[in-house]
């Protein structure tokens, strides 16, 4: 069982660098979603997807695009990074609709991202 | 829009006692699922607990469980024989009908030997 793999673990990027976040999920899950987390911030939501080809922004978009080509896949783009975006980034997939609404997220195992 | 306040930055415990770790929320919604998820130093983010806002029954976990008020919107865990494999970062969370899961800031929880 795969569940929510996120690629890479750890990264350095140089301010002004693009560099994409994968995640993957194998549950068949319609809803993906990017969270940041930062210290005493918790998690915050940057994007998310209620299926493919269909994106929204959430509390904190700016500076990253997203995609959903796919059910499985729900990629991250950092456009031109900051040191601003040095955080935590996880993605997250669950089922959707409101009979799925209490079940929680499955998580993937998170990126550290670092700009200098 | 809802919010999620966690107002203890960091609590600590003797192993084998029991901890309150306490949440309040903001909502206007009456059918909603509040949850507690668990992060060690791993970084994964574990699901320790959730709650169905319409039940009156608070949910329980073997030695977790929760304190669920919801006319206060107050939803606390409670942490019964803790051990030192509990020492993480709790986050509330809170999600409502649709998909997005809103997160307090966290509390740390130290164990102590």
């Known amino acids: 069982n795969a569940g929510v793999t996120q690629t890479p673990k750890f990264q350095v990027l140089k301010t002004g660098q693009s560099m994409t976040l994968q995640c993957a999920q194998d549950?068949?899950?319609?809803?993906m979603s990017w969270y940041r987390q930062d210290p005493g911030m918790g998690l915050r939501l940057i994007h998310y997807?209620?299926?493919?080809?269909?994106?929204d922004q959430g509390e904190v978009p700016n500076g990253y695009n997203v995609s959903r080509s796919t059910t499985e896949d729900f990629p991250l783009r950092l456009l031109s990074a900051a040191p601003s975006q040095t955080s935590v980034y996880f993605c997250?997939?669950?089922?959707?609709?409101?009979?799925?609404?209490?079940?929680?997220?499955?998580f993937g195992s998170g990126t550290r991202l670092t700009v200098v | 829009a809802q919010t999620v306040t966690q107002s203890q930055p960091e609590m600590s415990v003797q192993e084998a006692e029991t901890v309150t770790l306490s949440c309040t929320y903001d909502?206007?919604?009456?059918?909603?699922?509040l949850f507690w998820y668990k992060q060690p130093p791993s970084r994964q983010m574990i699901l320790v607990i959730r709650?169905?806002?319409?039940?009156?029954q608070n949910a329980t976990e073997n030695r977790f469980s929760v304190n669920f008020q919801k006319a206060a919107k107050s939803f606390s865990l409670k942490i019964s024989d803790s051990q030192l494999g509990d020492a993480a970062m709790y986050f509330c969370?809170?999600?409502?009908?649709?998909?997005?899961?809103?997160f307090g800031a966290g509390t740390i929880l130290r164990v102590k030997s």
């Open positions: 997250a997939s669950s089922y959707s609709g409101t009979t799925a609404t209490r079940y929680g997220y499955t």
């Open positions: 549950m068949n899950h319609e809803y």
């Open positions: 997807s209620v299926g493919a080809g269909i994106t």
């Open positions: 909502t206007s919604e009456s059918d909603y699922y």
């Open positions: 709650q169905e806002a319409y039940k009156q």
């Open positions: 969370a809170y999600r409502r009908g649709g998909n997005k899961l809103v």
